[in-house]
């Protein structure tokens, strides 16, 4: 093989190369990526090299500083849902002939309340945990919390305010109202009730279901979050990835089916409880996030900013070290060659 056959042959591994790279289906700029993919794009592992770790410890305080009074008006929020839980409801009119669809048993809660705040808050936070230890993204882990803390706070002002303003009695009334079986009326048919003081509240918050709100609004965003994070939405055609997506929004409605199985609400109770939180959930996932179906669904608006705004500088250093490579291959191509030399003597220097 002659020295112009090498050269060929060394300019054609390179490009086939070169074409390997651009083409393969597991590094291209097409290919959907996970919250931790095993097989990242050159490209964009240039940029999060550049960018570094955004871990708890490194940019932590300087997030939380950024987004303080989003956690002040998170406060607040919290301080107005314990307000709405103290103050008494509406006390709407209830007669001696609507008793009839109120009689229905007084149960014990078969979702008990304390455990509402655990597998609607509390798990979703375990979850985004496990993907920031794999991922070491601040800005996933902090915005993701504080849009899950919004969607619950949120809904729960929204379900309390309407709840004190409507007073619809609770399909078990009758016997919080009462106890003994013993009804006693007004001149004009209402409820002269003598059951318990808080127990005669509460029968007084049936619209809509807080439990179903809350629900769906701490399910609801996890089920978003998943979606984003596994890519459900890639046009693969992988059926597993939905289940996992519409594993918490099936908890949520068992937990709706549940407040209607105890009489503690009406099924339009549950109904708009339900529509209520996974719209709330909907509303503050895409505040941090872009839609589950996007390309880059599975990151946060925040770091997508730091590494467009990194893009120009590693562009320009690819550019610079496109052209060094171009500069030393033009050198290489002007060398005088004497194709009538044999090889061996060019390759060890020899000259004439």
């Given amino acids: 093989m002659d020295f112009r056959s090498k050269i060929c042959l060394m300019n054609f591994r390179g490009f086939s190369r070169s074409q390997r790279t651009e083409a393969s289906p597991g590094t291209g700029d097409w290919f959907p990526q996970l919250h931790f993919p095993l097989i990242k794009n050159h490209q964009s592992e240039m940029w999060e090299n550049q960018a570094g770790a955004h871990t708890v410890r490194s940019h932590g305080v300087a997030v939380a500083r950024i987004h303080l009074h989003d956690w002040l008006i998170l406060i607040l929020l919290g301080v107005i849902l314990l307000v ?5 409801p509406f006390y709407r009119f209830v007669g001696k002939d609507m008793m009839s669809n109120l009689k229905y048993p007084f149960k014990d809660n078969t979702v008990p309340s304390w455990s509402v705040p655990i597998y ?3 798990l979703p936070i375990v979850v985004f945990l496990f993907f920031y230890l794999r991922r070491r993204d601040v800005y996933d882990l902090h915005h993701a919390i504080l849009g899950l803390l919004f969607s619950a706070i949120i ?6 305010a309407i709840k004190d303003a409507v007073g619809r009695p609770r399909p078990d009334f009758f016997w919080r109202c009462f106890p003994d079986g013993k009804d006693v009326y007004d001149q004009w048919g209402g409820v ?3 059951g318990d003081n808080y127990a005669i509240k509460a029968g007084h918050k049936s619209f809509p279901s807080g439990h179903t709100s809350w629900s769906f ?4 965003f996890l089920s978003l979050y998943l979606a984003g994070k596994i890519q459900v939405f890639d046009r693969r055609g992988h059926v597993a990835k939905l289940c996992v997506v519409l594993l918490p929004l099936l908890v949520a409605s068992l937990v709706g089916v549940s407040r209607v199985d105890d009489y503690r609400h009406h099924w339009q109770d549950v109904f708009v409880g339900g529509l209520l939180g996974l719209v709330v959930a909907t509303f503050c996932y895409l505040q941090f996030f872009p839609p589950p179906y996007h ?3 599975w990151r946060t608006y925040a770091y997508l900013q730091v590494l467009e705004e990194l893009r120009p500088n590693v562009q320009n250093s690819e550019a610079e070290i496109e052209i060094q490579r171009n500069e030393r291959n033009n050198n290489n191509s002007s060398l005088p060659v004497n194709s009538s030399l044999p090889v061996e003597d060019i390759e060890s220097g020899r000259r004439y």
């Fill in 84 to 88: 709405l839980n103290i103050i008494h």
């Fill in 295 to 297: 390309i880059d669904g």
């Fill in 155 to 160: 809904t729960g002002v929204l379900t309390d």
């Fill in 120 to 122: 609607s808050v509390l």
């Fill in 192 to 194: 002269i009730c003598h």
């Fill in 217 to 220: 609004a701490g399910l609801g």
